[in-house]
């Protein structure tokens, strides 16, 4: 016989068993993104335009390419988990697995080239 309340084995299980740490975390990834992406516009703003050398010795700085890549990094997070919501949403079966290994491997995949690509022009 298990001894638990009602309310501790309900805890954390919505309609699709994840609670509310989906909601939890596109909030607090939203939040996040609000105040890199304002830094990221102005740095990228500067770049544009301008010859490759230049943009080169932008992004060439520490801090402009860490800004990046955390933009870069949380944004697809922040993707690939609202993605996987609104597939889960309006798809079942085999069409929302195959949609959901789609939506994240696009993430994944846009992730690391972005991250190579820093990279590359950072060191």
Known sequence: MRYITARKRAEGMGAAHHGT????????????????????????????????????????????AILSGLVL??????FAEGSTVMIEDYWQGVTRRLLVICAQSFAYGVCAIGLFALAKIAL
């Open 73 to 78: 990094f949380f944004g697809m997070r922040h």
């Open 21 to 64: 740490d989906r909601h939890w975390y596109m909030m607090v990834s939203a939040v996040g993104l609000a105040v890199l992406i304002p830094v990221f516009i102005y740095i990228f703003g500067t770049a544009v335009g301008q010859g490759r050398d230049a943009v080169l010795e932008i992004f060439s700085h520490p801090f402009n």
